[in-house]
């Protein structure tokens, strides 16, 4: 039988809680899986007992902590990301220093939450990013865009110096890796995908841009994927970081 609230269609979403503290994994597990269209398949301590569990259950999201002992969330959502591609990780820790966001989101989390979020931001979140978003809390979120609007306003005066012989090309700062015509200010967008981009930026869903430009839910989703494309972005977070840079 299906349930409503099932976002799987009879396929539960299947979690990995992994956190070093035994009463937060334990509540946190026992919370999650009195949830409708849940399902809680392992629990570990710390990042080497995580990236082990992943490989055993192939959890469809890894609800991560950071600090923890014998391998940190960062060293365990990399080698998760790297080897199961289709388990995506969603951070739910206390800390917030700007290094720390950036390794996660870097180390490919889909989603960084602190500790503070209620029950229903992150169940909401679970089942947003098992269906292909990226969520930040709003705190997380103005320190990305802060830290990015600097990055991309000291990459745009670097732009600006005349070039010499010999010099490196400017480095993308959403994607170091990217080759130097990849940049997103080199990607035209029309006016609806600006449109789409600056409310994904917002931190609005498929569903409420969906609401507010008209369009199905399964529309917006392709305009997502074809503003991914455009703009180099491997997820959400990436295309609201560059959001930031085309406004800066």
Known sequence: ??????????????????????LIRRGLSMMLATEPGIEVVGQAADGLDAVAQALAHAPDIVVMDLQMPRASGVVAT?????RLPATRVVVLTTYDDDELVFEAIRAGAQAYLLKD??????????????????RLS???????????????SRTSQASDTPAHAGDPPTVDPVNPQAPPASR???EPLNDKETRILDLLAAGKSNKQIAAAVFLAEGTVKNYVSRIMEKLHASSRIELAMRAAARRS
């Open 78 to 82: 990399r080698e998760i990301t790297a």
């Open 1 to 22: 039988m299906t349930l409503p609230d099932d976002p799987g269609g009879g396929h539960p979403i299947r979690l990995l809680i992994v956190d070093d503290q035994p």
């Open 184 to 186: 997103a200010s080199d």
């Open 138 to 152: 709003p705190t997380i979120a103005r320190k990305v865009m802060e830290q990015f609007r600097s990055l991309a």
């Open 117 to 134: 979020a209620s029950e229903a931001e992150v169940l909401d979140t679970i089942r947003c990013v098992h269906q292909g978003e990226s």
